[in-house]
C-alpha cells in the first residue's frame, strides 16, 4: 500500500510541475543562478556532472558550457524538450533523463559533481535526497546546491501558498529546511570532509507587479495546480490572486505600479563528500 501511496505522490508531483510553462518561468526568475553554482563548484572541463531536478538545465546546461560531461535529471521529462532547445542554442549538448531525487537512477559514486538548484529540496523526503545526493557523488566529489531560506522572500511565498494547498503527505518535509544551516548539517553529518554555507541574495524584475503576479499564475505549476483545484471556489481563488499581489506589492517596497524588483535569499551550500 505504501508503494502504491509513493507512485500517486510522485505522478502527482510530476504533473504539477509539468503544468505552466516552467521554461519561461525559470527564464524569468532563477536562470542566471546557474553559471553562479557552476562556478560554486569549480566545474571544469572534463568532469562528469550530474544535475539533480535539473527543470530545463538552468545549471546543466552551463556545466556543459564549462567542458564538463552532463546529466541533467528530473521527475518531470516534459522539461527536456525545452531543455534540449536551450542547451542548442548555447552551443552545447548534454544528456537528459527522468529520475527521482530521492532514489536516483543512477551508479553509486558515478559523478565528480552532483549539483541542484531550486530543486531537489522540493523532494518531500530531505534524508533520501542527501543519501542520494551523496550515493552518487565519487569520494572527494563536489556537492552543490542552492535552496531557499525560510526566511527570505522564498519563505514567505510559500507559506502564502500553503493555506490554499492540499495537504503535504505524512512525514513530508518542508522544502525551505534545506535553506537552514543545521538542517543541511544534520542531512549530510559525518559523510562530508568539508560543509560551507553561505547566504546570498538574487533579484529577480518584471515590468509591473500585475506582469511578475501573471507570470507566476500562469507559468508556475504548482500554483497553476492550487488555482485549478480552487475552481469550485471562486472567492478562495481571487483571495489568492488578491494575496500575491498584495505580498508582490509589499516585498517591491510597496510599489503598486512600475517595475519590480524583488530580493530572494538563499543558502548556497558546497560539500566535498568523505
Not at 530545463?56 to 535529471?73: D, Y
Not at 537512477?105 to 542527501?130: I, K, L, Q, W, Y
Request: charged share 20%; hydrophobic share 45%.
Amino acid at each position: 500500500m505504501k508503494a502504491d501511496a509513493d507512485r500517486a505522490l510522485k505522478g502527482a508531483h510530476r504533473a504539477m510541475w509539468a503544468l505552466g510553462d516552467y521554461d519561461r518561468f525559470a527564464r524569468a526568475t532563477v536562470w542566471e543562478l546557474g553559471p553562479v553554482l557552476v562556478e560554486a563548484c569549480g566545474i571544469t572541463r572534463g568532469q562528469h556532472v550530474l544535475d539533480v531536478a535539473a527543470g530545463t538545465g538552468n545549471v546543466a546546461i552551463r556545466a556543459a558550457m564549462a567542458g564538463a560531461s552532463v546529466v541533467a535529471s528530473d521527475l518531470t521529462p516534459e522539461h527536456f524538450e525545452a531543455g534540449r532547445r536551450a542547451a542548442a542554442s548555447m552551443g552545447t549538448d548534454l544528456t537528459w533523463i527522468e529520475g527521482d531525487a530521492e532514489a536516483l537512477p543512477f551508479d553509486d559514486e558515478a559523478f565528480d559533481v552532483v549539483t541542484s538548484c531550486f530543486g531537489a529540496m522540493f523532494a518531500p523526503n530531505h534524508r533520501a535526497v542527501a543519501n542520494e545526493l551523496l550515493r552518487v557523488c565519487r569520494p572527494g566529489g563536489t556537492i552543490g546546491m542552492i535552496n531557499f531560506t525560510p526566511e527570505g522572500t522564498g519563505g514567505e511565498f510559500f507559506a502564502l501558498l500553503a493555506p490554499y494547498a492540499p495537504a503535504p503527505p505524512p512525514g513530508a518535509d518542508a522544502p525551505v529546511l534545506w535553506g537552514t544551516e543545521e538542517h543541511v548539517r544534520s542531512l549530510f553529518g559525518n559523510r562530508v570532509s568539508r560543509l560551507t554555507m553561505t547566504r546570498h541574495t538574487y533579484v529577480e524584475r518584471a515590468p509591473s507587479p500585475a506582469d511578475y503576479c501573471g507570470l507566476f499564475t500562469e507559468a508556475f505549476g504548482p500554483l497553476v495546480a492550487i488555482r485549478g483545484n480552487l475552481g469550485d471556489a471562486p472567492r478562495r481563488r481571487e483571495e489568492l490572486d488578491r494575496s500575491l499581489l498584495e505580498a508582490i506589492i509589499r516585498w517591491n517596497h510597496g510599489r503598486s505600479t512600475g517595475p519590480v524588483e524583488i530580493a530572494y535569499e538563499y543558502l548556497l551550500v558546497i560539500a566535498q563528500r568523505r
